[in-house]
């Protein structure tokens, strides 16, 4: 039970402030490149954006993670907690210092993310547990690799074996290690570019996407993967059942946070009672109207995630 009341999601992930720049291009090996427009963005880490992208849906969600006594720790709290977000389980540590990362942004709005170091490091396995347990009533665990990676499928595999949660987990950035069975996880997401790293594919492989998401499952034992393809729309795999979801034409303004927002979306739709096939359809138009607006947490008018009845209303623009 949360400070707010019963949890539907539990969101485990880092929290971390993004310092974002412009760039023309992204810059060669060794090579110094000017930047514009630099500055400390309203975004988070992914369990901070996916936490917030939740709570403007009005799904009850509660976040697990571990942050430091500095200001960027107090922004986290402050933005998920603005946003309906219970915070009980933000850890804080002395210890560590809340993590940031570089956010470069090239012409065509496309973003490259560096990750600085995850104060989640310091999140203990009796911590996680703790707070899982607290808030057992969840229906879906969000995780990802934001933090160190075996501490999230840690996470993924408490939900899963002892309070049979939906397990969701954002496989990115891949992890230099291998990852092992992974039968405790419904979903793996990814995108495509890391699909094909994971089954050792060139990028102009001729595999289907059909093939590479069966390889992935058959290799790690997940019940389902859901592999984002940018603005190809998405595939998934769920179980033996196998979909495409086609892509919602927009002008992208900015993409910053759209995978996170999707992996949002596929949650609240199944809070909802919606079927995994209803839940990335929705998800995908969800992700569509999210880079239309610039920045992610940021609560200014036409920008950052928007509150359900905004996304109502543009299912209805399209006439979905």
């Known amino acids: 039970m949360g400070k707010f009341g019963p949890i539907d999601v539990i969101v485990l992930n880092s929290h971390g402030v993004g310092q974002v720049c412009h760039i023309k291009r992204f810059p060669r090996r060794g090579e110094t490149l000017e930047a514009t427009n630099w500055h400390v963005e309203e975004d988070g880490g992914k369990g901070a954006t996916v936490s917030v992208a939740l709570g403007r849906l009005g799904v009850s969600t509660g976040y697990?993670?571990?942050?430091?006594?500095?200001?960027?720790?107090?922004?986290?709290?402050?933005?998920?907690?603005?946003?309906?977000?219970?915070?009980?389980?933000?850890?804080?540590?002395?210890?560590?210092?809340t993590g940031t990362g570089l956010i470069m942004i090239e012409e065509d709005s496309t973003n490259t993310i560096v990750d600085g170091d995850s104060a989640c490091q310091a999140l203990t396995w009796e911590e996680t547990h703790d707070a899982i347990t607290a808030m057992k009533e969840a229906k879906v665990l969000i995780t990802g690799f934001g933090m160190p990676f075996r501490k999230a499928l840690d996470?993924?595999?408490?939900?899963?074996?002892?309070?049979?949660?939906?397990?969701?987990?954002?496989?990115?950035?891949?992890?230099?290690?291998?990852?092992?069975?992974?039968?405790?996880?419904?979903f793996m997401v990814l995108n495509d570019v890391e699909a094909k790293t994971l089954c050792?594919?060139?990028?102009?492989?001729?595999?289907?996407?059909?093939?590479?998401?069966?390889?992935?499952?058959?290799?790690?034992?997940?019940?389902?993967?859901?592999?984002?393809?940018?603005?190809?729309?998405?595939?998934?795999l769920n179980g033996e059942d196998y979909w495409e979801v086609a892509p919602t034409p927009v002008k992208a303004v900015d993409t910053i946070g759209a995978g996170d927002g999707y992996l949002a979306a596929v949650a609240a739709n199944i809070i909802w009672g919606k079927t995994p096939r209803e839940a990335?359809?929705?998800?995908?138009?969800?992700?569509?109207?999210?880079?239309?607006?610039?920045?992610?947490?940021?609560?200014?008018?036409?920008?950052?995630?928007p509150e359900l009845k905004e996304v109502e209303e543009f299912m209805q623009s399209l006439g979905a």
């Open 200 to 236: 050792g594919l060139p990028e102009d492989t001729k595999e289907t996407s059909l093939q590479i998401v069966k390889q992935i499952q058959e290799k790690y034992h997940c019940r389902g993967v859901i592999m984002t393809c940018s603005s190809e729309g998405s595939v998934i």
């Open 155 to 186: 996470g993924a595999k408490i939900a899963k074996e002892e309070f049979g949660m939906m397990t969701l987990c954002n496989v990115s950035p891949l992890p230099s290690e291998e990852m092992g069975d992974l039968s405790y996880l419904d």
């Open 280 to 305: 990335t359809e929705w998800a995908s138009r969800y992700a569509a109207f999210k880079v239309t607006r610039p920045g992610s947490m940021t609560k200014k008018p036409g920008c950052g995630y």
């Open 64 to 97: 697990i993670g571990k942050v430091g006594y500095d200001p960027w720790g107090d922004m986290g709290d402050q933005w998920m907690s603005e946003s309906g977000v219970d915070t009980t389980y933000m850890y804080r540590d002395h210890s560590v210092s």
